[in-house]
């Protein structure tokens, strides 16, 4: 079973941008979708960005043309590339499978903000 190590996160401006990387160790991930999500405290996990084994990439209108999903199979590991971020952006992400299949990592915390 895959153990999650997010990591990337951290203060940044408005309009700035960050890169979000995510370890799967333990797992195989080269047949699994993968996804990033975000949870604000009090509300739901929401899928932000995922990407296909074969590299179908999808993403939630909120960050749609800002944000880029990446995978490296032979690392197990995925990228989130976020540009032009927004106050709206601040949040807690996670990195999981597409759905979800393994235990929640920790996160990384987010904040946009002058």
């Known amino acids: 079973q895959g153990n999650i190590v997010e990591s990337g996160g951290g203060l940044v401006q408005p309009g700035g941008s960050l890169r979000l990387s995510c370890v799967v160790s333990?797992?195989?991930?080269?047949?699994?979708?993968l996804g990033w999500y975000r949870q604000t405290p009090g509300k739901q996990r929401e899928l932000i960005a995922g990407?296909?084994?074969?590299?179908?990439?999808t993403y939630a209108k909120s960050v749609k043309g800002r944000f880029t999903i990446s995978r490296d199979n032979a690392k197990a590991s995925s990228y989130l590339q976020m540009n032009s971020l927004e106050p709206e952006d601040t949040d807690v992400y996670y990195c999981?499978?597409?759905?979800?299949?393994?235990?929640w990592g920790q996160g990384t915390r987010v904040t946009v903000s002058s």
């Open positions: 999981n499978g597409d759905p979800p299949q393994w235990p």
């Open positions: 990407i296909s084994p074969n590299g179908y990439i």
């Open positions: 333990g797992a195989i991930v080269s047949n699994s979708g």
